[in-house]
């Protein structure tokens, strides 16, 4: 079946860009929107946005400004990029196929904002 | 930002029912579908229920999902230990900047 995992920095600067890729396999990558979400330590989830394979993307209207998400095909993967990070960052950033119905999720990646 | 909102802790004993609800507006639940994931300690959050009221396979029955206006409900009947966790609601919200919205949370415990 599909699985998804998340790789990346586990500590960021503050003011540095978040950079996360969310590698699938078992399964290909087209034909499907891919989402990020994150949660902070001791609180809900929060959407970060969604790619389709087309390069198409719906962000978060809180974080948009800072959010970029591409998807790479040939490599099965997809990535996101949150710049201009603070410690308000930090948190859980997990991946997951889907739009709306997300699942499978991948297990998540701690990322700390800190100098 | 949550836009949904849920009691932040429910409980039962054993075999009890336990409902939860997650209350939204009309640009969310009001005319979108509704979906619960359920996140056990220490895990990525898992789909527990799609469009309202159906369930992925493998959940088993016990689990479900209503929806009445801007306001949706996940009802766990015979409770059992293993159901302790976090549940999240979340719908898509049509307002001016369309985005996915998730609920604040609900932490089921098993007294």
Not at chain 1, 31 to 52: D, F, H, M, T, V
């Amino acid at each position: 079946q599909v699985q998804l995992q998340e790789s990346g920095p586990g500590l960021v600067k503050p003011s540095e860009t978040l950079s996360l890729t969310c590698t699938v396999s078992g399964g290909s990558i087209s034909s499907y929107y891919w989402s990020w979400i994150r949660q902070p330590a001791g609180k809900g989830l929060e959407w970060i946005g969604r790619i389709y394979t087309s390069g198409s993307t719906n962000y978060n209207p809180s974080l948009k400004s800072r959010v970029t998400m591409s998807v790479d095909t040939s490599k099965n993967q997809f990535s996101l990029k949150l710049s201009s990070v603070t410690a308000a960052d930090t948190a859980v950033y997990y991946c997951a196929r889907g739009d709306v119905l997300l699942a499978p999720w991948g297990q998540g990646t701690l990322v700390t904002v800190s100098s | 930002q949550s836009v949904l909102t849920q009691p932040p802790s429910a409980s039962g004993t054993p075999g009890q029912r336990v409902t939860i609800s997650c209350s939204g507006s009309s640009s969310n639940i009001g005319s979108n579908y509704v979906y619960w994931y359920q996140q056990l300690p220490g895990t990525a959050p898992k789909l527990l229920i799609y469009r309202n009221n159906q369930r992925p396979s493998g959940v088993p029955d016990r689990f479900s999902g209503s929806k009445s206006g801007t306001s949706a409900s996940l009802a766990i009947s015979g409770l059992r230990s293993e159901d302790e966790a976090d549940y999240h609601c979340a719908a898509w919200d049509d307002s001016l900047s369309a985005f996915y919205v998730f609920g604040t949370g609900t932490k089921v415990s098993v007294l």
